[in-house]
């Protein structure tokens, strides 16, 4: 038998997989499992019949290139539309700074492919995207975390850190952030703060990757305007702008885009040109008329409620079995509900035993580049219904009073 691991480079050797997809391939197995883990859209919002109209004019034969090899800045007609859709955002770009990728995920990797070399430190919130963590170790980049507080990334530790890291000779290009109902902890990053951070980067000559998947899912349309994109206000050029038609059409289409300064695009243009070549042609067409015939403006309210209902019947049902052992800051949007339980609570052991009572989460941990976040979980709301919800908040209530009820290791406190 040959052992490979002697073949490996150092980014193969280096490796983890995704904490959510193991979770996922976990709760496959079990018959009747409920799922937290996977922040999957709910596919009862899906516009099915939509769809399927769209694709069937699109499939007549009349146009050959419908299932050809495109360009790898992407369908032309959706390029050019998207300029529009980030003007609705309050975001100025033009065609030129634009490449739609196949999905967000792979967006994340072409940045940090055109970022960072091994060994260059990169800026992440605590906690901070799973995703992100991966594609940023997987150029072998050095990750430091930067607490968050209760209004997004605190940009007195942001200094302090990069100060520090400076300090010892190291490379330090970009801080990544999620602004809009992060990813894992639901937090919207403030307006003043959105201005501090560009001012921050101006100062001390940062790129900001600035993530956005779920800016257009909030609960509360006074909550609209804080979403404005960081990007919305830069002036120098210094923000890469990542968004996704995942959470608002369909994941399965896997159309994403960036918006990055002309130069930087040409150059991820490059890059994605060795990763595939093109997005799928006929999955473009298929986002790009959704948007031409208005469907996707149509919908965005309607998912928006959708998932608002779904958080609140999370937690209603979280506040009625778990109150007094749980604690979390209500989500104004997005698709999780950050959850402390005690901290003498470990939620990477509870994981068997929650396993056992057919319910499945993330633990926290998996979202911390410095190894903490243990006694945090991640619960996502958005794809089971507001029946299997409180049947899997009840199942994981058992699961937290049993373990609670135990009797602690001598030594074991709260800090």
Known sequence: ?????????????????????????????????????????????????EFREIAASILTGEDPAALQYGPTRGYPPLVKSLPDMLALRGVTASVEDILVTTGSQQGLDLVARILCDPGDVVLVELPTYTGAIAAFRDVQAELVG???????IDLADLETVLRRERAVGKRVNCVYVVPNFQNPAGTLIGADKRLGLLELAARHNLLIIEDDPYGDLYFDERDAHLTRPIKA????????????????????????????????????????QAADLCTGSLDQRVVYESWKRGLLTERVPQLRAHYRDKKNAMERVTRSELGDLATWREPRGGFFLWV????????????????????????????????????LIRLSFSAPTPERIEEGIRRLARVVRAEAAEPQPVGVHGS
Do not use: C
Request: charged residues 20%; proline residues 6%; hydrophobic residues 45%.
């Open 1 to 49: 038998m040959i052992t490979y691991e002697p073949f490996l480079s150092r980014s193969g050797e280096s490796m983890q997989g995704s904490a959510i997809r193991k979770m996922g391939v976990v709760a496959a197995g079990i018959p009747d499992i409920i799922s937290f883990a996977p922040g999957y859209p709910d596919p009862k919002v899906f516009a099915w019949s």
């Open 233 to 272: 206000d830069d002036r120098e050029g210094r923000v890469i702008y990542l968004s996704s038609f995942s959470k608002t059409l369909a994941p399965g289409f896997r159309v994403a885009w960036l918006a990055a300064p002309a130069a930087l695009a040409s150059k991820l243009d490059v890059a994605k």
């Open 146 to 152: 930067v607490r968050q507080e209760a209004d997004g």
């Open 340 to 375: 402390a339980l005690p901290v003498h609570l470990n939620a990477e052991t509870l994981l068997a035993r929650a396993v056992r009572e057919k319910v499945v989460y993330v633990a926290g941990t998996a979202f911390f580049v410095d190894g903490s976040g243990q006694n």
